[in-house]
């Protein structure tokens, strides 16, 4: 039995095959990687609309069913909190407590409503959904009425470029406040009082 030697040319072209394929599976990787990481914006400044709305300006009216029933912004008669927020927002995560904690402290006096307005859902790569944003009220405990809303066309009336945007109605329905990103209660606590 005799053991043959391969050739150099053989051992050389198997080694060249080998690199492409690494190279490849390295090319691969890294796309899937940018991809993902840049699958929904993750900073407040980096919301998919910005509206035109601004301060003094008539709100849009806007109806939507929440999980506390029907929201009817003609409807209402005392100031209202709006919240456009996104699910996979680690901003609008974290304002659900502040938002809880005014809830109970005016409730009756102002109406917070909580809409969706981005079309991913809180895992980033599924888009959103009912089901999403009930799981959102459910993990953050939120006692307020939230809102999906499949066509954003609360947050293409009120998104002003990030996630959250609060907007402050007045009674009259003028616009008295607006903000994006993370708000601390005592800022809220003022435009609040401002209103009443």
Known sequence: MSTRKP???????????????GVVLIAIV??????????????ASEAPIEAK?????????FSVATNAGPFD???????????????WCPHCQRETA???????????KVAIVAVSGSPQAMNG?????????????QQ???????????????AQQYLKGGFPTLVLIDKNKKVAWIKDGEVQE???VKAIRGVM
Do not use: H
């Open 140 to 154: 953050f405990s939120v006692r307020y009425p939230l809102a999906y809303d499949p066509d954003l066309k609360v």
């Open 186 to 188: 005592p800022e809220l």
């Open 125 to 137: 790569s599924d888009p959103e959904s009912q089901s999403d944003v009930n799981a959102f009220g």
């Open 7 to 21: 050739s150099a040319p053989a051992d050389r072209r198997r080694l060249i095959v080998y690199a492409t394929l």
């Open 73 to 87: 912004l003609s409807q209402v008669n005392e100031p209202v909190l709006l919240e456009v927020f996104a699910t």
């Open 30 to 43: 890294v796309a899937v990687g940018l991809a993902q990481r840049n699958a929904i914006p993750k900073a």
């Open 98 to 108: 502040t938002l809880n904690d005014l809830a109970t402290k005016y409730g009756g």
């Open 53 to 61: 709305l601004k301060v003094g300006d008539t709100a849009p009216n």
